[in-house]
């Protein structure tokens, strides 16, 4: 007689199910930027899956795909130059079911007399974008940067005085937390409603930014995973 396998297969489905449900739910919870696992160990200037995102200046993209303490990362290098890169998010976020933007950074050097708040001095080591672009770009999108600054206070909130679509958050300042690595979390709902008045649409990109053009110095950071969650 054939032994009945049905008690022993059942178990397993409600298992494999059991695990499925909780995979989509977490998908479901965390909507994961980059986590530098993808781009090869070394790899250098612009990381697969994002683009230059700038259209000025000479920017040199010092950036390598790094291990540091455990963490696969980014680590970026600026010696008097400006770089930028950016990723579409091709409407993966949905602001409404994961409003708060997770990231973990490490800034190793800040670059010298820089200060957000100065149009002559406007450099930070580490610079992280959300971007809502509108028609024409250059005038009507609304960008939320999230910086590192050498001197604006931190939670100063301040219009850039070269890019008029740009406002800055200050999340660190100073020197203080060098070359520690950080976890930072900003309800992006909330700052966007503080900032313009009313709820935001999906976000079209994410950018990364490092600069120490106009203070012609040097500075360095890292920044490891990005994503979007529940609060």
Known sequence: MTPDTSTRVAPAVCLALALLLVVSAWAADVVIVEDWTKPKLGAKGIPDGWKSGQMWGLPKHDFTIVENEGHRALHLRSEGDSSMITKELDGTVNLKSTPVLE???????????????????????????????????????????????????????????????????????????LGKWLTERRNVVEDYKKLYGEPPDKPGALSIAIDSDDTNSSAESFFGPIVFTKP
């Open 103 to 177: 990231w973990r950074w490490m800034a190793v050097t800040l670059p010298k007399g820089a200060d957000a708040r100065s149009r002559q001095t406007d450099d930070q080591a580490a610079q992280l974008y959300v971007v809502w672009p509108r028609f024409p770009q250059e005038f009507r999108s609304r960008i939320i940067g999230y910086i590192w600054d050498t001197q604006a206070p931190e939670g100063l909130v301040v219009k850039s005085q070269k890019a008029l679509t740009v406002t800055y958050i200050v999340v660190r300042s100073g020197p203080a937390e």
